[in-house]
């Protein structure tokens, strides 16, 4: 009999892993509330304030505008994910070593989102938003060979919010906020035997989680400021029906309940208007993606222990205030890997680079278009997977390029 409990494991942490939600660059993480944000890396996105997509970075940042205004747009993700120089291993071919590269396991996928801010009075700002978290599809099709270790992952999520912001004096402003974390995820994983292919994991689940968010700002004078911002992540609970054939005595259970931890994040941002053209501002983020640490269901226990570490972001970026009607900007992020010593094929994961650019055509004092691209650069991993019966070794790079556009409009 296939002993498939570890491997069954690993293809479920490695693929619901992908419905960790919220705005995050590892681990398959995605930034996409914003294309202004995505033109300048996100670098000082909690604390700029040139659009209302800020209150899903930092709440308190809504108290820096006296209009009611308006974000709408979208972001295009293309990933390019490739295993190479893999070769895969058998218990039923004894001696034999097979090819297992693939050159186009990543997709397309489009991430929308919405914001407004509403001013109420002079010193209470109420705001509401919803953007999706994450947005993508991984697929090795028949002709990869290790089916086992790579088949479908089509995972989408949303974070809808509230907020409100609070200025305590021409200086100080705070802010919180309820997030409500909508994630959805299908996951297939097969596996060869000589009695032909068999299901080992087959997810279909999805689910609500509640979380919260605070915020801080601090304006120095009119061209300084700073942002503080701290964002709460709950245990998404996902239900829907889950065979694992980990689970000997019932593989396959009908409304199961996924338990999935997702991590808190800590941000810092700047901003610094150095001349009427020229501005300076950056980022710094704290992920607790330790907390990712083992993956639940109700009906089948424990599916696998993920020891994923903790993550950071650092940007940097500038915009150029060209004339009255255009607006330039580029920044540069670097972020670190999730995972550590447990890697995957189905979740490539390495130390990234962002490289950004974007720029805003103000059509009227009220209305504006912005435009973001960036290059989001991987590095190679060596990846090696095992089962009881078979064997993975390789290494997997996954680039990204992701577009955005957005309309802004103030009242």
């Given at each position: 009999m296939i002993n498939t409990h570890k491997l069954g494991m690993r293809f479920a942490a490695g693929s619901m892993a992908l419905l960790a939600t919220q705005t995050w660059a590892a681990g398959f993480q995605l930034n996409a509330q914003s294309a202004t944000g995505l033109g300048r890396a996100f670098a000082g996105d909690a604390v700029i304030a040139d659009n209302a997509s800020v209150m899903a970075r930092n709440a308190a940042a809504m108290a820096l505008f006296d209009k009611t205004t308006m974000s709408l747009g979208f972001v295009v993700l293309d990933t390019d994910i490739s295993v190479k120089n893999a070769s895969y291993t058998s218990?039923?071919?004894?001696?034999?070593?097979?090819?297992?590269?693939?050159?186009?396991?990543?997709?397309?996928?489009?991430?929308?989102?919405l914001h407004v801010i509403v001013p109420l009075n002079e010193q209470f700002t109420w705001g509401a938003n919803i953007y999706s978290n994450f947005g993508t599809k991984t697929e090795f099709d028949s002709s990869f060979t290790a089916s086992e270790f790579g088949d479908l992952t089509d995972v989408k999520s949303f974070n809808i919010g509230t907020s409100l912001a609070y200025r305590v004096n021409s200086q100080w402003s705070i802010g919180g906020g309820i997030d409500v974390i909508y994630g959805k995820g299908e996951m297939k994983r097969s596996a060869t035997t000589p009695a032909g292919k068999r299901t080992i994991l087959d997810i279909d689940a999805d689910g609500f989680a509640l979380g919260f968010n605070l915020g801080l700002v601090y304006e120095v004078n009119k061209a300084n400021r700073y942002g503080l911002s701290y964002r709460y992540s709950p245990k998404l609970e996902a239900k829907g029906d889950i065979l694992f054939a980990g689970n000997t005595t019932?593989?396959?259970?009908?409304?199961?309940?996924?338990?999935?931890?997702?991590?808190d994040m800590i941000e810092f941002s700047g901003y610094h208007l150095l001349s009427p053209q020229w501005a300076v501002h950056y980022s710094v983020q704290w992920i607790g993606w330790s907390s990712f640490d083992v993956l639940k269901s109700k009906g089948h226990g424990t599916i696998n222990d993920y020891e994923w570490q903790n993550g950071m972001h650092y940007a940097i970026g500038g915009t150029y205030y060209l004339n009255q009607d255009w607006t330039l900007r580029a920044g540069y992020m670097h972020d670190t890997s999730a995972q550590d010593k447990v890697t995957s094929i189905s979740v490539p994961d390495s130390d990234r680079n962002w490289f950004s650019a974007g720029f805003s055509y103000?059509?009227?004092?009220?209305?504006?278009?912005?435009?973001g691209a960036t290059y989001l650069l991987g590095k190679d991993v060596q990846v090696t997977e095992t089962s009881s019966f078979s064997n993975l070794t390789g290494t997997t790079h996954a680039n990204a390029m992701l577009v955005g556009l957005q309309y802004n409009r103030s009242f």
């Amino acid at each position: 009999m296939i002993n498939t409990h570890k491997l069954g494991m690993r293809f479920a942490a490695g693929s619901m892993a992908l419905l960790a939600t919220q705005t995050w660059a590892a681990g398959f993480q995605l930034n996409a509330q914003s294309a202004t944000g995505l033109g300048r890396a996100f670098a000082g996105d909690a604390v700029i304030a040139d659009n209302a997509s800020v209150m899903a970075r930092n709440a308190a940042a809504m108290a820096l505008f006296d209009k009611t205004t308006m974000s709408l747009g979208f972001v295009v993700l293309d990933t390019d994910i490739s295993v190479k120089n893999a070769s895969y291993t058998s218990a039923f071919a004894p001696g034999q070593s097979f090819p297992s590269n693939y050159d186009s396991a990543g997709d397309t996928s489009v991430a929308p989102n919405l914001h407004v801010i509403v001013p109420l009075n002079e010193q209470f700002t109420w705001g509401a938003n919803i953007y999706s978290n994450f947005g993508t599809k991984t697929e090795f099709d028949s002709s990869f060979t290790a089916s086992e270790f790579g088949d479908l992952t089509d995972v989408k999520s949303f974070n809808i919010g509230t907020s409100l912001a609070y200025r305590v004096n021409s200086q100080w402003s705070i802010g919180g906020g309820i997030d409500v974390i909508y994630g959805k995820g299908e996951m297939k994983r097969s596996a060869t035997t000589p009695a032909g292919k068999r299901t080992i994991l087959d997810i279909d689940a999805d689910g609500f989680a509640l979380g919260f968010n605070l915020g801080l700002v601090y304006e120095v004078n009119k061209a300084n400021r700073y942002g503080l911002s701290y964002r709460y992540s709950p245990k998404l609970e996902a239900k829907g029906d889950i065979l694992f054939a980990g689970n000997t005595t019932n593989p396959s259970i009908s409304n199961d309940t996924l338990y999935m931890p997702l991590p808190d994040m800590i941000e810092f941002s700047g901003y610094h208007l150095l001349s009427p053209q020229w501005a300076v501002h950056y980022s710094v983020q704290w992920i607790g993606w330790s907390s990712f640490d083992v993956l639940k269901s109700k009906g089948h226990g424990t599916i696998n222990d993920y020891e994923w570490q903790n993550g950071m972001h650092y940007a940097i970026g500038g915009t150029y205030y060209l004339n009255q009607d255009w607006t330039l900007r580029a920044g540069y992020m670097h972020d670190t890997s999730a995972q550590d010593k447990v890697t995957s094929i189905s979740v490539p994961d390495s130390d990234r680079n962002w490289f950004s650019a974007g720029f805003s055509y103000h059509m009227s004092t009220v209305s504006s278009i912005d435009f973001g691209a960036t290059y989001l650069l991987g590095k190679d991993v060596q990846v090696t997977e095992t089962s009881s019966f078979s064997n993975l070794t390789g290494t997997t790079h996954a680039n990204a390029m992701l577009v955005g556009l957005q309309y802004n409009r103030s009242f």
